[in-house]
């Protein structure tokens, strides 16, 4: 399993990105893909996890904000991130597990990570 994310760049305050995972090797069918986060000298935090399902869960910083969807086929997971603050500056990263597990908001419950992507959000 493999997964490639890009999308990150840089955005005034207010602004929007959108991110992207592609995952490769397997589908979706009843795992978890999430997004997680880690700004400098921080730790790697929860921003949002998608079940197979459907169902979404969101940190409550980003929630009403941020939304995780997947495409039609499954194998791509987006974040799109509106009204963006600073500090959502982080290195935002996607991984991904099977099966799903209540403690889907834990790092190390993820076994397949992707590469990271920066997001940068100033003035």
């Known amino acids: 399993v493999q997964l490639q994310a890009s999308g990150g760049g840089f955005v005034q305050p207010g602004g929007s990105l959108r991110l992207t995972c592609v995952v490769s090797?397997?589908?979706?069918?009843?795992?978890?893909i999430a997004w997680f986060r880690q700004a400098p000298d921080k730790e790697r935090e929860f921003v949002a996890a998608?079940?197979?399902?459907?169902?979404?869960y969101y940190a409550n910083s980003v929630k009403g904000r941020f939304t995780i969807s997947r495409d039609s086929a499954r194998i791509t997971a987006s974040l799109q991130m509106n009204g963006l603050k600073p500090e959502d500056t982080a290195v935002y990263y996607c991984?991904?597990?099977?099966?799903?597990?209540?403690?889907?908001?834990?790092?190390?419950?993820?076994?397949?990570w992707g590469q990271g992507t920066l997001v940068t959000v100033s003035s």
């Open positions: 090797g397997r589908t979706f069918s009843g795992g978890t």
């Open positions: 991984a991904a597990r099977w099966p799903h597990t209540v403690q889907y908001y834990y790092a190390n419950q993820y076994s397949y």
């Open positions: 998608l079940r197979e399902n459907g169902q979404t």
